[in-house]
T-cell receptor
Framework: GESVGLHLPTLSVQEGDNSIINCAYSNSASDYFIWYKQESGKGPQFIID?????DKRQGQRVTVLLNKTVKHLSLQIAATQPGDSAVYFC????????????FGKGTMLLVSP | DTEVTQTPKHLVMGMTNKKSLKCEQHMGHRAMYWYKQKAKKPPELMFVYSYEKLSINESVPSRFSPECPNSSLLNLHLHALQPEDSALYLC?????????????FGPGTRLTVL
């Protein structure tokens, strides 16, 4: 079946750098995407979302970009901090009416002080 | 209150035991979910409840039995589990049909089946 995937399993950056986490999706019918952060021993935490009628959305230190032409999603974290170290999942909402999420494989972000 | 709580935090059980996982939310959400997450893998959907009715069962074995006693509570009853069922079990909730689709997750129950 169709799935959401990521290019990089682990990303190591220095504190203060900008981080970019990528995600490829294959279901062209998906109209809503979410980035979640999961710290060790915790459940996924909502970071930012974007609808398919947008190509960019900004939050506090985070930006999500959506390129529907190539079915690509990215999460940019500005001035990465050690507290940003976690696994990041992209997820798409299936157009089912029940908001069922399909998660990508995840990227581990490691931030060195 | 924007929190989903889950109990217990950790559970160790034998293959012949019967146990239950509990999930609670007081955000007025009408959709609740159970996910299973293995180490270094994304969460996988198990069940969806919408307005206290089971709406999706992702072909989960019958040794997992969900229950939604009311709009705030979601249980997962476990019986005759296998060691491969050891995982982090996550509960989530969202507003429900027509509302924001964002799902709020609990911290999970770490289950070990011996």
């Amino acid at each position: 079946g169709e799935s959401v995937g990521l290019h990089l399993p682990t990303l190591s950056v220095q504190e203060g750098d900008n981080s970019i986490i990528n995600c490829a999706y294959s279901n062209s019918a998906s109209d809503y995407f979410i980035w979640y952060k999961q710290e060790s021993g915790k459940g996924p935490q909502f970071i930012i979302d974007i609808r398919s009628n947008m190509d960019k959305r900004q939050g506090q230190r985070v930006t999500v970009l959506l390129n529907k032409t190539v079915k690509h999603l990215s999460l940019q974290i500005a001035a990465t901090q050690p507290g940003d170290s976690a696994v990041y999942f992209c997820a798409e909402i299936a157009n089912s009416g029940y908001s069922t999420l399909t998660f990508g494989k995840g990227t581990m972000l490691l931030v060195s002080p | 209150d924007t929190e989903v709580t889950q109990t217990p935090k950790h559970l160790v059980m034998g293959m012949t035991n019967k146990k239950s996982l509990k999930c609670e939310q007081h955000m007025g959400h009408r959709a609740m979910y159970w996910y299973k997450q293995k180490a270094k893998k994304p969460p996988e959907l198990m069940f969806v409840y919408s307005y206290e009715k089971l709406s999706i069962n992702e072909s989960v074995p019958s040794r997992f039995s969900p229950e939604c006693p009311n709009s705030s509570l979601l249980n997962l009853h476990l019986h005759a589990l296998q060691p491969e069922d050891s995982a982090l079990y996550l509960c989530a909730s969202s507003q429900g049909a027509g509302g924001p689709v964002e799902q709020f997750f609990g911290p999970g129950t770490r289950l070990t089946v011996l």
